[in-house]
T-cell receptor, first 112, second 114 residues
């Protein structure tokens, strides 16, 4: 699986959009970008995933660059409950036998 | 509430004790997973069960023994653990093995080995 690089931490203001970057310059053509988050003392929670096109759901938006070497997770209106560690993962979808590997992630602190 | 329930939420045990962690999923999924998360370390996959058959054992010491009696239940039996085994143990499930796009996690069991 391609490696990802994320900032170690970032702060954002409550009510503002939070933009979380992720670099995955070695991504392969059949690898998807997945985002999970982990709130303190809880299990990770799936947020969104995408291949080429931008994606949006009720939690967030995912913007993938045209060359697919980087992406940005956007939380449109951050709340205090969005404080968590956010993981960007790149891997082939539906590939049984391959592990979903969580790296260090970005520790996001939403401030009032 | 993710549909994956883990008990107990907290467990303290001595190195000579035997205990079990329980996981139950109410989602009709066919694959279940055990992960370990030590302090300030990434999640580590321990075991994967697909249709009640163990399909992956990620070089986990034998003092951890998983059991999957049916597709809804997963256990992790613990015996003669070491202090370095203290960690958050997370259970997860997915519709099928490898459906990583929708992996549902429980809240975990925080284990302390004294």
């Amino acid at each position: 699986d391609a490696k990802t690089t994320q900032p170690t931490s970032m702060d954002c203001a409550e009510g503002r959009a939070a933009n979380l970057p992720c670099n995955h310059s070695t991504i392969s053509g059949n690898e998807y970008v997945y985002w999970y988050r982990q709130i303190h003392s809880q299990g990770p929670q799936y947020i969104i995933h995408g291949l080429k096109n931008n994606e949006t759901n009720e939690m967030a938006s995912l913007i993938i660059t045209e060359d697919r070497k980087s992406s940005t997770l956007i939380l449109p209106h951050a709340t205090l409950r969005d404080t968590a560690v956010y993981y960007c993962i790149v891997r082939v979808a539906g590939a049984a036998g391959n592990k979903l590997t969580f790296g260090g992630g970005t520790r996001v602190l939403v401030k009032p | 509430e993710t549909g994956v329930t883990q008990t107990p939420r907290h467990l303290v045990m001595g190195m000579t004790n035997k205990k079990s962690l329980k996981c139950e999923q109410h989602l009709g999924h066919n694959a279940m997973y055990w992960y370990k998360q030590s302090a300030k370390k990434p999640l580590e996959l321990m075991f994967v069960y697909s249709l009640e058959e163990r399909v992956e054992n990620n070089s986990v010491p034998s003092r951890f023994s998983p059991e999957c009696p049916n597709s809804s239940h997963l256990f992790l039996h613990l015996h003669t653990l070491q202090p370095e085994d203290s960690a958050l143990y997370l259970c997860a499930s997915s519709q099928v093995w490898g459906a990583w796009e929708k992996l549902f996690f429980g809240s975990g069991t925080q284990l302390s080995v004294l």
